[in-house]
């Protein structure tokens, strides 16, 4: 919250962030729930206060599980927004095929990104994270486009189920940070939601993958991590995309089809020019970013 409160109001253009889920891992003390949506909306309603009138707010949640019971975190947070007066513009469903199993309810394989913009005036671009078109060549076959091409050449919207895998063992991603989302499930909001220059927040940096995938294509990162190591591992990555040498998984590697092995995209080297006062963005004692602890 001490980052939260340097940031002047209404200088992000797009907060993206997957908080705790109270499941008491390593890097949070599991609350009752009551206490849990409460420290929630702390942070929450900062970020509204920072939050740019053409911005969004990007809040990727799972379930909470007590006693073998799921609540949907989005349904207990959506209040939260709702009351601020912001308003839902999709509630997307990032779909991935590997997790943990369960023997008395179905395995989860999904989880969701709940996308609030602060008013009716909002950044949206939605050309640069189209998607190929399941049928490209195919046409109008009567009236007056006949012969033209039904769909954008561009490609497709990617609609509100994205099918990326997420970050397990062999990704090559991986870090030790236990729940570490992908860059390029990142990628999409910041193209979408922000333009280059403007200013992206993370208020549970984690590893860094906001900074990553916000620096790659031009906008600047803001954002705070409690645990030091993670805050390290957050530098070292950006140092090595700064080099050419920190390997992602692309945006446009479709999901490995053991059936067509050819069509697989190898990863990407990631090449960022960030200049050296970004970097301290996400440094220690920096009006705009530092490791703090999460009040």
């Not at 340097?6 to 009752?32: A, F, R």
């Not at 969701?112 to 640069?128: A, G, H, Q, R």
């Not at 397990?168 to 999409?188: D, G, M, S």
Request: proline fraction near 8%; aromatic fraction near 8%.
């Amino acid at each position: 919250m001490s980052l939260l409160g340097q940031i002047p109001d209404e200088q992000i253009k797009l907060v993206v962030t997957s908080p705790p889920y109270n499941l008491g891992k390593e890097y949070e003390d599991k609350l009752s729930i009551n206490e849990y949506i409460e420290e929630q909306g702390h942070v929450i309603r900062e970020c509204i206060r920072v939050l740019h009138p053409e911005g969004s707010i990007c809040w990727q949640v799972g379930n909470y599980v007590e006693n073998g019971e799921i609540i949907p975190l989005d349904v207990l947070l959506y209040p939260i927004f709702a009351s601020s007066g912001l308003k839902l513009r999709n509630r997307i469903v990032w779909r991935f095929g590997h997790g943990l199993h369960a023997s008395k309810r179905f395995s989860g394989r999904y989880e969701v990104i709940i996308w609030f913009t602060k008013t009716d005036e909002y950044t949206f671009n939605l050309d640069p994270v189209r998607v190929p078109q399941k049928y490209p060549n195919k046409k109008h076959f009567k009236g007056p486009n006949k012969g033209k091409l039904s769909g954008n050449p561009l490609g497709k919207n990617p609609s509100d189920v994205w099918n990326i895998p997420n970050v397990k063992a062999n990704h090559v991603e991986k870090t030790e940070h236990p729940c570490q989302f992908p860059v390029e499930l990142i990628e999409r909001l910041v193209l979408s939601m922000a333009n280059e220059g403007d200013r992206v927040l993370d208020p549970f940096l984690g590893t860094g993958t906001t900074a990553i995938a916000a620096l790659m294509h031009g906008r600047k990162a803001v954002g705070a991590e409690i645990v030091p190591s993670y805050v390290d591992i957050a530098m070292e990555r950006i140092k090595l995309a700064e080099k050419g040498k920190l390997k992602i998984r692309p945006m446009s590697r479709p999901v490995y089809d053991p059936k067509s092995p050819k069509k697989n995209v190898p990863p990407k080297s990631v090449n960022i020019d960030s200049e050296p006062i970004q970097r301290r963005l996400l440094e220690k004692g920096d009006s705009f970013g530092h490791t703090e602890k999460r009040t």
